[in-house]
């Protein structure tokens, strides 16, 4: 009997937690429908750029759903830098060179898939034709942990970084600590300001760590330059910095805080760049459009994969600062319950 006292007293306290039910019953039905609508898309729709490609091959690839736009070699070079193709196939003489964009592990591979099964539907009416392969990015040698790891890498310190300011600040209130802070001189800002500076302190640290880590250890690709990985993950740390401050607010306790997780980080890994989204509705995919991972990992492979810098990262750049800069502005606001000054 006593036992299902106990029983009964845990019940009654989840059903006063709403939130808590809401995450028990909800969150697993929200994480699964996002998987199916991921896998359960259509196929990858491949676009290659063509260049002096005789027409039986060009038609050879529309039977098979490839989109084939015929252009200029230097449109189509325009065209693949821009990630407006996935490939480029240029016939000169006898002989077929495909320049692929090298990035996207499923771009490339289905590329691939409907080139061999092109050229094997006219091999019983044409000379045999053997593809010379080029890369724009990467090379045959691109291990897929090289390709997801920039979303690997801007997740794992978007998830620490916004837990830990999370917890850390839930723990300061919950223990009367940002009360006290709060009846002293201090302005609201310069209490925001001041958690933001020392977390940010810490934060530079475990990037710097892990980064160093990543590249140097664990031989992740790096095609572009390490101080601007070094800004991109710098700055998506302090966009997930002040947004967990900013959440914390709706936090009574640490545990309250973690329940975000299903409904800030598992979004965003789906989101992000770590499946591929062409497969999946156009109005699902503008999801990812609101994410921060989505642009710190954008400005990751570019640097990491692409060799990119400055002209190619700086849009992703701006979104994430504005972010922060917006999060830091409402938590100055919302330290208004605790005293308006």
Do not use: C
Request: proline share 6%; hydrophobic share 55%.
């Amino acid at each position: 009997m006593r036992t299902i006292a106990v029983a009964r007293r845990i019940l009654q306290q989840l059903r006063r937690d709403r939130r808590t039910v809401a995450m028990i019953l909800l969150a697993p039905i929200l994480i699964l429908s996002l998987v199916w609508m991921i896998f359960d898309g259509d196929p990858y729709p491949t676009h290659v750029a063509v260049v002096n490609v005789p027409p039986p091959l060009i038609n050879a690839l529309k039977n098979l759903g490839v989109e084939v736009v015929a252009a200029s070699a230097a449109e189509a070079d325009a065209l693949i830098r821009v990630d407006e193709v996935d490939a480029v196939l240029t016939f000169s003489g006898s002989s077929l060179m495909v320049l692929l964009e090298g990035s996207k592990p499923l771009a490339r591979q289905s590329v691939m898939i409907a080139l061999q099964q092109a050229v094997g539907a006219l091999a019983p009416v044409s000379s045999p034709i053997t593809p010379e392969i080029a890369f724009l990015h990467g090379d045959l040698d691109l291990a897929p942990f090289d390709s997801f790891g920039p979303v690997l890498l801007g997740l794992i310190v978007f998830m620490f970084t916004f837990m830990i300011s999370g917890i850390s600040f839930v723990r300061e209130r919950t223990s009367g600590t940002l009360e006290r802070m709060m009846a002293t001189p201090l302005r609201r800002w310069e209490v925001v300001l001041g958690y933001v500076l020392a977390f940010l302190v810490v934060m530079a640290v475990q990037v710097v760590l892990i980064t160093s880590v990543s590249v140097f250890l664990l031989e992740m690709m790096l095609a572009g330059s390490f101080v601007w990985l070094l800004v991109i993950t710098m700055l998506l740390a302090a966009t997930a910095l002040t947004l967990g401050m900013l959440l914390s607010a709706a936090a009574r306790t640490e545990f309250q805080m973690i329940q975000f997780i299903p409904l800030v980080i598992i979004p965003q890994v789906f989101f992000s760049g770590l499946f591929p989204l062409e497969t999946i509705d156009p109005w699902l995919r503008g999801i990812g459009t609101v994410f921060p991972l989505t642009y710190g990992a954008e400005a990751m492979r570019e640097v990491m994969i692409r060799g990119g810098g400055w002209a190619e990262i700086w849009p992703n750049l701006a979104f994430l600062g504005v972010l922060s800069l917006g999060f830091l502005i409402i938590n100055i606001f919302a330290l208004k319950k605790y005293r308006k000054l």
